[in-house]
């Protein structure tokens, strides 16, 4: 049956299991990010915005993501986009 997916003995929609399935990735990026996040003291400013503006590129493209959500996101983006800018 196409609309529906087994987990665990639990019959889900395809929506509830893309739900489960995000948060999980979503955790698991959240896990992986604070063991790494030491490492980014070990990268320049000039590599820190590189990096983050990569990822606002890369979130502003994402074509599923709610304004709301892209808004949210690039303005956490933003911020630390400032904090790692040399203003002189």
């Given at each position: 049956h196409f609309g529906r997916s087994g987990c665990f003995g639990v019959t889900l929609r395809?929506?509830?299991l893309f739900c489960i399935t995000f948060h999980f990735l979503a955790?698991?990026?959240?896990?992986?990010?604070?063991?790494t996040w030491h490492r980014m003291n070990r990268f320049s400013k000039k590599e820190k915005r590189e990096m983050i503006?990569?990822?606002?590129k890369t979130?502003?493209?994402?074509?599923s993501l709610s304004p709301e959500a892209k808004d949210r996101g690039l303005n956490t983006l933003?911020?630390?986009l400032e904090r790692n800018t040399d203003t002189h």
């Open positions: 395809g929506s509830a955790i698991l990026m959240i896990i992986t990010l604070e063991r503006a990569a990822a606002m979130l502003s493209e994402h074509k933003q911020k630390a």
